[in-house]
């Protein structure tokens, strides 16, 4: 059996996914939070991009499995000598993508879908130095000819990625819609949504756009390079999938570390007032008015010493790397706290003034109580709205600082490294494209996903923007006899005489 490795980013990712989990028994518990998230459900947008984030997610937690692998004994050993393990750390995605084309590191660059080196060497031939394009060593290695089989091959390989993709898509979408249809849930009845409002015709397509082009990545990538190589020679599709962690602990973990400070300042600065809410106010506008970059890259700088003063706290370079990574998560989230703690002030400053929390002064209910039970859950939506929309910020903000030299570990894989690699790769000639390409592209699903499924969560648990937004007057019943009636919060038809 391999020795598991339990780092601080695993524990974190693991703990916000059993979070998760937890939210979403909380909210099937509570019929007002149910009936906000059937709102988000009902959003085709937002559903298709979940679909994309959940593959994202899935990748990330597959990564997130760390293992030494347990070495062979060697020769001569004692029988009862102890296992011995390999001193590099593995996940579980490097376990299932062992022996592939994208473990087999080449010599330097060479393009997607490459047999040959992309720049030239002096080789011997027949004992005669030449200078040619050498053969790569872990692609295309099963042709011949790779000059005259190579396309035909790819198409070959693209083929059967597709046709297993679409196998695999085909077989999840029957089991998903037998389902549906066993609880009365046909597709096809109201349109691309069932009954219910959830639009799983659109999912069940995304869906399978997904597993086609995973299908196609995974035929090209068996016997090819499907997106390249680096510099050094590493696969860039495996690059990718390795920064899908980075990113997902980027965006995550950081929000989660800067609610706690700005809870419980904008709160207690919204509540309290007078010296309180004066002594807040100075902070956080002392830590607005510092450059954020700068603040960053000082605390970044002073946590790089104390790692390598310390060197022996580490038993191997993940460790190490994975610990940098999580204190950056921590710096980011304690620098970044302002902008919502400003948000619950605000909103903590009109709460003080109702009249339930007067009362509850009045009947001498103390502070943290009310503050705990009558004001935290009222701002629970501006809490959750700025999680959501934070995310994608983040993992932009992460590039931002890798492309600084200020980031994640160097031997830990990011979207930020993969773009800091390749700003002197789009100047040489002939120009290296498709290591940006491939760090653009998986951004851009990812973040353009999370925009689109946190402006859905955004206008479900905002009032005002249900209030507003446009396409609902009709449903309002404000102009004339032919709008429709305004549905309240469980699906009954509103009457005249409720209150809105």
């Not at 109580?369 to 009558?374: A, D, G, S």
């Amino acid at each position: 059996m391999p020795k598991f490795v339990f780092l601080w980013t695993d524990i974190a990712l693991w703990l916000m996914a059993l979070g998760a989990v937890a939210y979403a028994w909380r909210v099937r518990r509570s019929p007002n939070l149910r009936a906000t998230w059937a709102r988000v459900a009902r959003d085709t947008p937002a559903m298709c991009s979940a679909v994309i984030l959940s593959a994202f997610v899935a990748v990330g937690l597959l990564d997130s499995v760390h293992y030494r692998p347990l070495l062979p004994p060697a020769p001569g050993a004692a029988a009862d000598s102890g296992p011995v393990y390999a001193p590099a750390v593995q996940s579980a995605l490097d376990g299932l993508l062992a022996g592939t084309v994208l473990t087999r590191p080449e010599k330097t660059y060479s393009e997607p879908l490459a047999v040959r080196q992309f720049t030239k060497e002096t080789m011997l031939v027949d004992g005669k130095p030449v200078r040619d394009f050498p053969r790569l060593r872990g692609a295309g290695v099963h042709l011949e000819d790779p000059d005259k089989d190579r396309w035909a091959d790819t198409l070959t390989r693209i083929a059967l990625g597709l046709a297993g993709g679409l196998a695999v898509a085909l077989a999840v979408v029957g089991i998903l819609f037998a389902c549906l249809s066993r609880r009365g849930r046909r597709a096809g009845e109201g349109g691309a949504a069932g009954p219910s409002g959830v639009p799983w015709t659109a999912m069940a397509l995304t869906f399978t756009l997904l597993c086609l082009t995973a299908g196609a990545l995974a035929g090209m990538s068996s016997g090819y390079h499907a997106l390249g190589t680096d510099r050094i020679g590493n696969d860039v599709l495996w690059q990718a999938l390795k920064s899908i962690r980075t990113a997902l602990v980027i965006g995550s973990l950081t929000t989660i570390a800067m609610l706690p400070p700005a809870i419980i300042f904008g709160i207690a600065a919204g509540y309290f007032k007078g010296k309180v809410d004066d002594a807040i106010q100075y902070l956080y506008t002392t830590i607005t008015s510092i450059p954020g970059v700068l603040l960053v890259a000082a605390c970044a700088l002073m946590m790089q010493v104390y790692i390598d003063n310390h060197a022996d706290l580490f038993d191997t370079s993940a460790a190490r790397a994975d610990l940098r990574l999580f204190l950056l998560c921590m710096i980011l989230g304690f620098t970044g706290w302002a902008g919502l703690c400003r948000l619950l002030r605000a909103e903590t400053l009109k709460l003080r003034e109702l009249e339930y929390v007067q009362a509850a002064r009045a009947f001498g209910v103390s502070h943290w109580r009310i503050m705990t039970r009558h004001l935290l859950p009222n701002v629970a939506h501006l809490v959750l709205i700025t999680m959501v929309l934070e995310f994608s910020g983040l993992v932009l903000y992460e590039a931002v600082l890798s492309y600084l030299g200020i980031g994640v570990d160097p031997s830990m894989n990011s979207f930020g490294s993969m773009i800091d690699g390749a700003r002197l790769e789009m100047s040489r000639d002939p120009m290296i494209w498709w290591n940006l390409m491939t760090a653009f592209l998986f951004m851009l699903a990812l973040v353009l996903a999370a925009n689109l499924f946190a402006d859905a969560v955004r206008d479900a648990f905002d009032p005002r923007t249900r209030r507003y937004k446009p396409g609902r007057i009709a449903r309002l019943g404000l102009f004339g006899r032919g709008a429709r009636p305004a549905l309240a919060a469980d699906g009954r038809q509103s009457r005249p005489g409720d209150a809105p």
